[in-house]
């Protein structure tokens, strides 16, 4: 995290004394930005500062990749990077060896497969909004993020994965779509079975995806997404405050559950009840329109799509899980809609060659 703080810091301040490459910011990423700003005017929380200024660096990170940003092709295969540095992680985790972390803190997730995102959920997330830039240098590579996003049991990113695969396939091979969708159900059963068996024989836990557990899950949060949302439209201007569900949210959850929940696990609803309820809807659906409009124009182009088909698959992710509070997470989200803004923004002005 201090890496991802400071190293931006350092960038922008190269980037002042260079000529940017492009002139043009998606406006609603300002305009969250200056939510927020007017936020700390009217809300004073002690945490506030903080969170303000890990916005404030998300968004220069963003601006940078926008504007300075040369390589686009080279910079997506950073993902792509990362991706095979888990996978010695991965393997060496299924044999109970932790290569990162301290043997205490493997202890704690002796049942889980992680690489080093600390969380199984967060490795399965993260391949699954990649696995169509992965897919855009080499389709080989499809068995690899198959096991890399099903392996860790998350069944949030196994849905996700399935529906990009099959919308970037049918892209390419736009006469096997009744094929392709047939082949990705199927994927996706088998591989889901898989990944109980996998859980129930080399990590000796009890099956993930069994229709008592999602029930379950599905249930919780559907009543901690209601008690958030109700709570969110007491104050539906300007919120809580960033970063307040995690102090506040035990009085209205904890006749529901008796834990604390850190999130409401729906991004969504996370930032109605901390930004504004009017301000979130305004914000994501001004966001999702503009992205719609710019891939109409560059939808021959196969990186911007697969870029398009990364960001859709956040955006489906954000439902059931949470992005904003993981760093590493997080951090992919925002290089990625900078990348494609970056993308739309050259092929527009006829700078590159459609690849």
Not at 162 to 187: D, E, G, N
Request: hydrophobic content about 55%; charged content about 10%.
């Amino acid at each position: 995290m201090l890496f991802f703080l400071f190293s931006t810091i350092v960038m922008f301040c190269v980037a002042m004394v260079s000529t940017p490459m492009r002139k043009s910011l998606n406006i609603w990423v300002a305009l969250f930005l200056l939510w927020n700003v007017v936020q700390v005017l009217i809300i004073n929380l002690a945490q506030f500062p903080l969170a303000f200024f890990n916005v404030v660096i998300g968004c220069l990170l963003y601006y940078l990749i926008v504007m300075y940003a040369s390589n686009i092709r080279g910079i997506c295969k950073w993902f792509m990077y990362v991706m095979f540095l888990n996978i010695p992680l991965l393997i060496s985790q299924i044999f109970k060896y932790n290569l990162i972390f301290t043997p205490a803190i493997g202890a704690i997730y002796e049942q889980t497969l992680f690489g080093f995102f600390s969380f199984s959920n967060h490795l399965a997330l993260y391949m699954a909004i990649i696995a169509p830039i992965v897919l855009y240098f080499s389709w080989w590579l499809l068995p690899v993020a198959i096991f890399m996003t099903f392996i860790p049991r998350c069944l949030t990113a196994d849905i996700v994965m399935t529906l990009s695969v099959f919308t970037l396939a049918c892209f390419h091979l736009k006469r096997f779509k009744v094929y392709v969708l047939f082949v990705s159900v199927l994927l996706f059963v088998i591989f889901t079975f898989f990944s109980n068996v996998m859980g129930k024989v080399l990590l000796k836990s009890t099956p993930e995806f069994t229709a008592k557990t999602v029930y379950a899950k599905v249930e919780m949060r559907l009543k901690i997404w209601e008690a958030t949302i109700k709570e969110a439209t007491v104050n539906p201007y300007w919120g809580r405050g960033l970063v307040s569900f995690n102090t506040t949210s035990y009085a209205f959850t904890k006749d529901i559950c008796e834990k604390r929940w850190d999130t409401p696990q729906n991004d969504y609803v996370h930032l109605m009840y901390e930004i504004g309820f009017w301000a979130t809807l305004i914000l994501i659906s001004g966001y999702i329109v503009s992205i719609f409009r710019r891939i109409k124009e560059v939808h021959y182009d196969k990186l911007a799509l697969a870029l398009f088909i990364s960001i859709i698959s956040i955006l489906i992710s954000m439902i059931p899980q949470y992005f904003l509070y993981v760093p590493r997470l997080i951090t992919a989200v925002v290089v990625i809609l900078a990348l494609f803004e970056a993308r739309v923004y050259d092929l527009k002005k006829g700078d590159v060659a459609c690849i």
